[in-house]
């Protein structure tokens, strides 16, 4: 049974929009989802279930959330086998200007999409990143090397989702490595 990844945007992070792990985990297994596992308390979740394309299974996500919850949340998914070509991917790994410059992987980050965005859209993003900070396109993922962390990056005040038109969630570069991990001991 293939393995999936879903990443829910924006809960536990203020007042509103709270679940707890547990909940979610009773959520997703109510759908009939299996070996349902939770990585940390912003809606990280491991799961088991039939091969479906990753958008239906958002799809459905979001419409239990908002059932069992109250409240929408988006949710990018990814099977086990697109997280661990995003982590191949990484351009910053990669490039020898990147392993030149000893890059500090608590500096990286990946933003998942829902979908890739059209060219004049990465455009207008890559016409609003500032040095030191730097971005890289790659299909339906975005990567992120952020000197200054996340708080100090002019980009990440801007509303990305909204110059992509597209739904998008990050992630620090430990956590899609431990995601991957999680879907490797599914095995």
Not at 91 to 105: A, G
Not at 121 to 144: Q, T
Not at 146 to 153: K, Q, T
Not at 163 to 175: D, E, F, G, Q, S
Request: a positive charge.
């Amino acid at each position: 049974m293939p393995i999936y990844i879903s990443m829910l945007r924006g809960i536990n992070i203020g007042p509103h929009k709270r679940i707890k792990m547990d909940d979610l985990r009773k959520s997703f297994e109510a759908l009939g989802f299996e070996q349902v596992k939770t990585y940390i308390q912003s809606g990280n979740v491991v799961f088991k279930t039939k091969k479906t394309p990753t958008s239906v299974l958002s799809k459905k996500i979001e419409e239990k959330i908002v059932s069992d919850f109250g409240f929408s949340v988006s949710v990018i998914s990814r099977s086990s086998e697109e997280m661990a070509k995003a982590i191949e991917r990484n351009p910053f790994l990669n490039d020898r200007e990147s392993v030149n410059e000893k890059m500090d992987p608590e500096k990286l980050h990946v933003m998942f999409l829902s979908e890739v965005p059209v060219p004049s859209a990465l455009k207008k993003l890559s016409d609003l990143i500032a040095a030191p900070d730097r971005c890289r396109s790659i299909d339906r993922e975005l990567y992120f090397y952020l000197p200054n962390g996340v708080s100090g990056s002019i980009l990440m005040k801007k509303p990305v989702d909204r110059i992509l038109a597209v739904v998008t969630t990050m992630r620090n570069w430990k956590t899609v490595n431990s995601l991957h991990q999680m879907c490797q001991d599914c095995l």
